[in-house]
Protein backbone atom coordinates (compact mmCIF):
# COMPACT_ATOMS: atom_id res chain seq x y z
CA UNK A 1 0.00 0.00 0.00
CA UNK A 2 0.85 3.71 -0.76
CA UNK A 3 2.26 5.29 2.42
CA UNK A 4 -0.65 7.87 3.51
CA UNK A 5 -0.26 11.93 2.86
CA UNK A 6 -1.61 14.16 5.30
CA UNK A 7 -4.12 16.47 4.43
CA UNK A 8 -4.81 20.03 4.90
CA UNK A 9 -8.48 20.88 4.01
CA UNK A 10 -9.95 24.10 3.09
CA UNK A 11 -14.01 24.01 2.86
CA UNK A 12 -15.02 27.20 1.54
CA UNK A 13 -18.72 27.63 2.86
CA UNK A 14 -20.34 26.79 6.04
CA UNK A 15 -24.20 25.82 5.12
CA UNK A 16 -25.12 22.54 5.36
CA UNK A 17 -23.41 20.68 3.18
CA UNK A 18 -20.54 22.36 3.90
CA UNK A 19 -20.96 21.62 8.07
CA UNK A 20 -21.45 18.01 7.33
CA UNK A 21 -18.35 17.77 5.00
CA UNK A 22 -15.96 19.78 7.97
CA UNK A 23 -17.65 17.34 10.74
CA UNK A 24 -16.87 14.19 8.46
CA UNK A 25 -13.49 15.20 7.82
CA UNK A 26 -12.55 15.89 11.11
CA UNK A 27 -12.98 12.15 11.55
CA UNK A 28 -10.90 11.17 9.04
CA UNK A 29 -7.21 9.56 10.47
CA UNK A 30 -5.43 11.76 7.61
CA UNK A 31 -6.76 15.21 8.18
CA UNK A 32 -4.21 17.11 10.08
CA UNK A 33 -5.51 20.50 9.53
CA UNK A 34 -8.95 22.32 8.60
CA UNK A 35 -9.88 25.93 7.35
CA UNK A 36 -13.11 27.10 6.84
CA UNK A 37 -14.95 29.88 5.39
CA UNK A 38 -17.94 31.75 5.08
CA UNK A 39 -19.18 35.12 3.60
CA UNK A 40 -21.32 35.31 6.47
CA UNK A 41 -18.56 35.09 9.53
CA UNK A 42 -21.09 34.17 12.44
CA UNK A 43 -21.24 30.81 9.87
CA UNK A 44 -18.05 30.75 9.59
CA UNK A 45 -17.05 31.18 13.26
CA UNK A 46 -19.33 28.43 14.10
CA UNK A 47 -18.31 25.53 11.78
CA UNK A 48 -14.89 25.97 12.98
CA UNK A 49 -15.65 25.96 16.79
CA UNK A 50 -18.36 23.13 15.71
CA UNK A 51 -15.19 21.11 14.10
CA UNK A 52 -12.00 22.68 16.28
CA UNK A 53 -10.67 24.09 12.91
CA UNK A 54 -7.39 25.24 12.60
CA UNK A 55 -8.62 28.44 10.98
CA UNK A 56 -11.38 30.92 9.65
CA UNK A 57 -12.32 33.55 7.74
CA UNK A 58 -14.77 35.30 5.46
CA UNK A 59 -12.19 35.58 2.78
CA UNK A 60 -11.95 32.57 0.70
CA UNK A 61 -9.15 33.08 -1.05
CA UNK A 62 -7.30 33.58 2.61
CA UNK A 63 -8.48 30.10 3.32
CA UNK A 64 -7.55 28.66 0.04
CA UNK A 65 -3.56 30.16 0.41
CA UNK A 66 -3.27 28.48 3.86
CA UNK A 67 0.48 26.86 3.13
CA UNK A 68 -1.17 23.98 5.00
CA UNK A 69 -3.89 23.29 2.41
CA UNK A 70 -3.43 20.54 0.09
CA UNK A 71 -7.16 20.21 -1.12
CA UNK A 72 -10.06 22.31 -1.32
CA UNK A 73 -14.06 21.51 -1.11
CA UNK A 74 -16.54 24.14 -2.72
CA UNK A 75 -19.45 23.97 -0.17
CA UNK A 76 -20.86 27.23 -1.05
CA UNK A 77 -24.81 27.82 -3.01
CA UNK A 78 -25.38 26.38 -6.50
CA UNK A 79 -25.22 30.48 -7.88
CA UNK A 80 -21.88 30.77 -6.01
CA UNK A 81 -20.07 28.34 -7.57
CA UNK A 82 -17.51 29.32 -10.30
CA UNK A 83 -15.94 32.19 -8.95
CA UNK A 84 -14.16 30.19 -5.79
CA UNK A 85 -14.26 27.17 -7.85
CA UNK A 86 -11.93 29.20 -10.43
CA UNK A 87 -9.73 30.59 -8.01
CA UNK A 88 -9.18 26.60 -6.12
CA UNK A 89 -8.32 25.34 -9.32
CA UNK A 90 -5.80 27.95 -9.35
CA UNK A 91 -4.38 26.71 -6.16
CA UNK A 92 -3.13 23.44 -8.36
CA UNK A 93 -4.24 21.63 -5.78
CA UNK A 94 -7.23 18.57 -5.81
CA UNK A 95 -10.76 20.23 -5.21
CA UNK A 96 -14.03 18.52 -5.00
CA UNK A 97 -17.10 20.54 -5.56
CA UNK A 98 -21.08 20.42 -5.00
CA UNK A 99 -23.11 19.30 -7.61
CA UNK A 100 -23.97 21.01 -10.21
CA UNK A 101 -20.98 22.08 -11.80
CA UNK A 102 -22.36 25.30 -12.03
CA UNK A 103 -25.56 26.60 -13.30
CA UNK A 104 -24.64 28.37 -16.65
CA UNK A 105 -23.11 26.30 -19.77
CA UNK A 106 -20.83 29.62 -19.93
CA UNK A 107 -19.61 29.12 -16.45
CA UNK A 108 -19.42 25.15 -16.65
CA UNK A 109 -17.24 25.72 -19.90
CA UNK A 110 -15.14 28.28 -18.07
CA UNK A 111 -14.46 26.08 -15.64
CA UNK A 112 -13.57 22.91 -18.27
CA UNK A 113 -11.44 24.89 -20.09
CA UNK A 114 -9.39 25.70 -16.56
CA UNK A 115 -9.53 22.05 -15.77
CA UNK A 116 -7.89 20.98 -19.18
CA UNK A 117 -5.19 24.26 -19.21
CA UNK A 118 -4.21 22.94 -15.31
CA UNK A 119 -4.61 19.22 -15.80
CA UNK A 120 -6.39 20.05 -12.41
CA UNK A 121 -7.81 17.28 -10.24
CA UNK A 122 -11.47 17.75 -9.96
CA UNK A 123 -14.37 15.67 -8.12
CA UNK A 124 -18.20 16.66 -7.99
CA UNK A 125 -20.17 15.55 -5.52
CA UNK A 126 -22.69 13.62 -6.73
CA UNK A 127 -23.77 11.40 -3.63
CA UNK A 128 -26.00 9.01 -5.76
CA UNK A 129 -22.78 7.27 -6.92
CA UNK A 130 -22.45 5.96 -3.08
CA UNK A 131 -25.61 4.96 -2.12
CA UNK A 132 -24.92 1.17 -1.67
CA UNK A 133 -27.82 -0.35 -3.93
CA UNK A 134 -26.19 2.12 -6.98
CA UNK A 135 -23.05 0.95 -6.32
CA UNK A 136 -24.32 -2.68 -6.30
CA UNK A 137 -26.28 -2.05 -9.41
CA UNK A 138 -23.25 -0.47 -11.24
CA UNK A 139 -21.69 -3.97 -10.57
CA UNK A 140 -24.29 -5.90 -12.21
CA UNK A 141 -23.53 -3.64 -15.36
CA UNK A 142 -19.84 -4.17 -14.89
CA UNK A 143 -20.65 -7.90 -14.63
CA UNK A 144 -22.59 -8.57 -17.78
CA UNK A 145 -25.53 -9.87 -16.24
CA UNK A 146 -27.86 -7.52 -17.62
CA UNK A 147 -26.34 -7.37 -20.93
CA UNK A 148 -26.95 -4.37 -23.30
CA UNK A 149 -29.33 -1.56 -21.52
CA UNK A 150 -31.70 -1.07 -23.94
CA UNK A 151 -34.03 1.65 -21.88
CA UNK A 152 -34.95 2.35 -17.82
CA UNK A 153 -36.22 4.96 -15.82
CA UNK A 154 -35.79 7.04 -12.92
CA UNK A 155 -38.39 9.59 -10.72
CA UNK A 156 -37.47 11.77 -8.10
CA UNK A 157 -40.31 12.94 -6.22
CA UNK A 158 -39.87 15.52 -2.60
CA UNK A 159 -42.10 17.92 -1.06
CA UNK A 160 -42.62 21.43 -1.91
CA UNK A 161 -41.20 22.77 1.47
CA UNK A 162 -37.85 21.41 0.26
CA UNK A 163 -38.85 23.11 -3.58
CA UNK A 164 -39.60 26.33 -1.58
CA UNK A 165 -36.47 26.66 0.21
CA UNK A 166 -34.44 25.78 -2.33
CA UNK A 167 -35.90 28.25 -5.24
CA UNK A 168 -35.61 30.77 -2.31
CA UNK A 169 -31.85 30.61 -2.22
CA UNK A 170 -32.01 30.48 -5.87
CA UNK A 171 -34.37 30.85 -8.73
CA UNK A 172 -32.12 28.84 -11.08
CA UNK A 173 -31.72 25.90 -8.62
CA UNK A 174 -35.02 24.23 -9.93
CA UNK A 175 -36.07 20.86 -9.17
CA UNK A 176 -34.36 19.65 -12.56
CA UNK A 177 -31.28 21.45 -12.93
CA UNK A 178 -30.47 21.05 -8.89
CA UNK A 179 -32.25 17.61 -8.10
CA UNK A 180 -33.23 15.41 -11.10
CA UNK A 181 -29.51 15.84 -11.66
CA UNK A 182 -28.25 13.32 -9.29
CA UNK A 183 -30.53 11.05 -11.23
CA UNK A 184 -29.84 12.33 -14.80
CA UNK A 185 -25.57 11.36 -13.66
CA UNK A 186 -26.54 8.04 -12.02
CA UNK A 187 -27.95 7.29 -15.36
CA UNK A 188 -24.72 8.46 -17.16
CA UNK A 189 -22.55 6.32 -15.20
CA UNK A 190 -24.49 3.24 -15.03
CA UNK A 191 -24.63 3.48 -19.11
CA UNK A 192 -21.20 4.70 -18.89
CA UNK A 193 -19.64 5.54 -22.44
CA UNK A 194 -23.31 6.04 -23.94
CA UNK A 195 -24.17 9.45 -23.50
CA UNK A 196 -27.66 11.40 -23.90
CA UNK A 197 -27.70 13.00 -27.14
CA UNK A 198 -31.75 13.64 -27.70
CA UNK A 199 -34.20 15.29 -25.38
CA UNK A 200 -37.74 15.95 -25.19
CA UNK A 201 -39.77 17.11 -22.33
CA UNK A 202 -43.05 17.94 -21.25
CA UNK A 203 -43.86 19.75 -17.93
CA UNK A 204 -47.03 21.48 -15.95
CA UNK A 205 -47.46 24.14 -13.76
CA UNK A 206 -49.30 24.37 -10.25
CA UNK A 207 -48.52 25.10 -6.91
CA UNK A 208 -45.05 26.09 -7.04
CA UNK A 209 -45.90 28.73 -10.08
CA UNK A 210 -48.87 29.69 -7.51
CA UNK A 211 -46.04 30.26 -5.05
CA UNK A 212 -44.17 32.77 -7.32
CA UNK A 213 -42.15 30.84 -9.17
CA UNK A 214 -41.91 30.12 -12.80
CA UNK A 215 -41.18 26.25 -12.00
CA UNK A 216 -43.16 23.34 -13.18
CA UNK A 217 -44.87 20.67 -10.47
CA UNK A 218 -43.78 17.86 -12.52
CA UNK A 219 -41.45 17.06 -15.51
CA UNK A 220 -41.39 14.12 -17.22
CA UNK A 221 -38.44 13.90 -20.15
CA UNK A 222 -37.61 11.14 -22.76
CA UNK A 223 -33.85 10.84 -23.61
CA UNK A 224 -32.70 9.24 -26.27
CA UNK A 225 -28.71 7.97 -25.96
CA UNK A 226 -25.88 7.78 -28.50
CA UNK A 227 -26.92 3.64 -29.50
CA UNK A 228 -30.88 4.44 -29.63
CA UNK A 229 -30.88 3.48 -25.47
CA UNK A 230 -34.15 5.11 -24.20
CA UNK A 231 -34.58 6.28 -20.85
CA UNK A 232 -37.60 8.03 -19.11
CA UNK A 233 -36.83 10.69 -16.56
CA UNK A 234 -39.36 12.70 -14.52
CA UNK A 235 -39.03 14.60 -11.69
CA UNK A 236 -41.79 16.78 -9.12
CA UNK A 237 -40.82 18.48 -6.17
CA UNK A 238 -44.84 19.62 -5.81
CA UNK A 239 -45.56 17.07 -3.33
CA UNK A 240 -47.77 17.74 -0.04
CA UNK A 241 -45.82 19.63 2.87
CA UNK A 242 -45.38 17.21 5.22
CA UNK A 243 -44.84 14.59 2.86
CA UNK A 244 -43.20 11.49 5.35
CA UNK A 245 -39.95 11.43 2.78
CA UNK A 246 -37.11 13.79 4.50
CA UNK A 247 -35.17 13.54 0.72
CA UNK A 248 -35.89 11.78 -2.53
CA UNK A 249 -38.22 9.50 -2.97
CA UNK A 250 -36.94 7.75 -5.88
CA UNK A 251 -36.99 4.90 -8.66
CA UNK A 252 -34.56 3.56 -10.56
CA UNK A 253 -34.83 0.96 -13.75
CA UNK A 254 -32.98 -0.90 -15.63
CA UNK A 255 -33.76 -3.17 -19.22
CA UNK A 256 -31.49 -4.88 -20.73
CA UNK A 257 -30.71 -7.99 -22.87
CA UNK A 258 -29.92 -10.71 -20.60
CA UNK A 259 -31.75 -8.95 -17.78
CA UNK A 260 -33.82 -6.16 -15.58
CA UNK A 261 -33.31 -4.32 -12.31
CA UNK A 262 -35.76 -2.36 -10.22
CA UNK A 263 -34.47 -0.42 -7.44
CA UNK A 264 -37.40 1.23 -4.95
CA UNK A 265 -35.70 4.10 -3.18
CA UNK A 266 -38.67 5.28 -1.53
CA UNK A 267 -37.61 4.30 1.91
CA UNK A 268 -41.54 3.38 2.67
CA UNK A 269 -40.37 0.16 4.03
CA UNK A 270 -39.32 2.08 7.14
CA UNK A 271 -42.11 4.17 8.45
CA UNK A 272 -42.22 5.84 12.05
CA UNK A 273 -44.81 7.52 13.49
CA UNK A 274 -43.89 10.12 16.53
CA UNK A 275 -45.72 12.43 18.74
CA UNK A 276 -42.36 14.15 19.15
CA UNK A 277 -41.30 14.91 16.04
CA UNK A 278 -38.22 14.26 13.65
CA UNK A 279 -35.94 16.64 12.23
CA UNK A 280 -35.86 17.62 8.60
CA UNK A 281 -32.57 17.20 6.81
CA UNK A 282 -32.71 20.59 5.36
CA UNK A 283 -35.59 22.53 6.77
CA UNK A 284 -34.41 23.68 10.43
CA UNK A 285 -37.98 24.43 11.24
CA UNK A 286 -39.70 21.86 9.85
CA UNK A 287 -40.55 18.41 11.64
CA UNK A 288 -42.75 15.04 10.75
CA UNK A 289 -44.45 13.08 12.65
CA UNK A 290 -44.94 10.55 10.05
CA UNK A 291 -41.56 9.58 8.41
CA UNK A 292 -39.45 7.20 6.07
CA UNK A 293 -36.37 6.50 7.78
CA UNK A 294 -33.54 6.68 5.57
CA UNK A 295 -35.07 8.82 3.50
CA UNK A 296 -32.45 11.59 4.05
CA UNK A 297 -30.75 12.36 0.67
CA UNK A 298 -27.00 12.74 2.44
CA UNK A 299 -27.65 9.96 5.17
CA UNK A 300 -28.15 10.09 8.90
CA UNK A 301 -26.60 10.43 12.02
CA UNK A 302 -26.57 7.34 14.41
CA UNK A 303 -24.65 6.32 17.39
CA UNK A 304 -22.13 9.33 17.00
CA UNK A 305 -21.22 8.24 12.85
CA UNK A 306 -22.99 9.78 10.14
CA UNK A 307 -23.74 6.81 7.74
CA UNK A 308 -25.12 7.27 4.29
CA UNK A 309 -23.95 8.09 0.94
CA UNK A 310 -22.56 11.77 1.70
CA UNK A 311 -20.28 9.94 4.48
CA UNK A 312 -19.06 7.38 1.94
CA UNK A 313 -18.28 9.90 -1.00
CA UNK A 314 -16.58 12.03 1.31
CA UNK A 315 -14.53 9.22 2.81
CA UNK A 316 -13.71 8.10 -0.62
CA UNK A 317 -12.86 11.21 -1.46
CA UNK A 318 -10.38 11.98 1.14
CA UNK A 319 -8.92 7.98 0.88
CA UNK A 320 -8.23 8.90 -2.64
CA UNK A 321 -6.28 12.34 -1.58
CA UNK A 322 -4.44 10.05 1.07
CA UNK A 323 -3.85 7.23 -0.56
CA UNK A 324 -4.34 7.20 -4.14
CA UNK A 325 -6.97 4.44 -4.43
CA UNK A 326 -9.74 5.58 -7.00
CA UNK A 327 -12.91 6.54 -6.34
CA UNK A 328 -16.15 7.02 -8.16
CA UNK A 329 -16.77 10.67 -7.52
CA UNK A 330 -18.08 12.13 -10.82
CA UNK A 331 -15.32 14.07 -13.13
CA UNK A 332 -15.79 17.69 -14.84
CA UNK A 333 -16.56 15.86 -18.15
CA UNK A 334 -19.07 13.69 -16.89
CA UNK A 335 -20.86 17.12 -14.51
CA UNK A 336 -20.62 18.96 -18.25
CA UNK A 337 -22.67 16.65 -19.25
CA UNK A 338 -24.84 16.25 -17.17
CA UNK A 339 -25.48 20.34 -16.79
CA UNK A 340 -26.43 20.03 -20.34
CA UNK A 341 -29.08 17.26 -19.99
CA UNK A 342 -31.06 19.00 -17.18
CA UNK A 343 -30.88 22.30 -19.09
CA UNK A 344 -32.10 20.41 -22.15
CA UNK A 345 -34.74 18.95 -20.13
CA UNK A 346 -35.72 22.48 -19.16
CA UNK A 347 -36.02 23.98 -22.66
CA UNK A 348 -37.69 21.11 -24.06
CA UNK A 349 -40.50 21.58 -21.72
CA UNK A 350 -40.52 25.32 -21.84
CA UNK A 351 -40.62 25.29 -26.15
CA UNK A 352 -42.19 21.87 -26.59
CA UNK A 353 -39.21 21.50 -28.82
CA UNK A 354 -36.67 18.04 -29.30
CA UNK A 355 -33.12 18.99 -28.53
CA UNK A 356 -30.38 17.65 -29.58
CA UNK A 357 -26.78 17.47 -27.82
CA UNK A 358 -23.43 16.77 -29.14
Known amino acids: MNKKKEIGLAIIGCGKIGTL ?11 SYIAVSDKDPVAAEKLAKLIGADFWSTDSNEV ?23 AALDKKIPVLIEKPLALLESDADLILKKVKELNSDLHIGYSRRYKNRY ?4 EQIVQGR ?20 MLKRNKGATPVVDALTYYVDLMGWLLADNPVTEVFAKGQKGVIHEAGYDTEDVTWAILTCKDGAVLSMGVSYALPAKWPSVGHSARVELLGTHGTLILNDDHTDQIMQTDVGFPHVYLSDHKL ?29 LDYLATGKPCNLAKPEDARRTLAVTLAIEESARTGKTIYLK
Not at 21 to 31: F, N, Y
Not at 135 to 138: E, P, Q, V
Open 21 to 31: RGRLAKMHPSV
Open 64 to 86: MSRPEVTAIDIATSEHEHTQPLL
Open 135 to 138: LIAK
Open 146 to 165: LGKITGGCARLYNSRSQCFA
Open 289 to 317: ETVFLESSTPGDWALGDFLGPIADETRAW
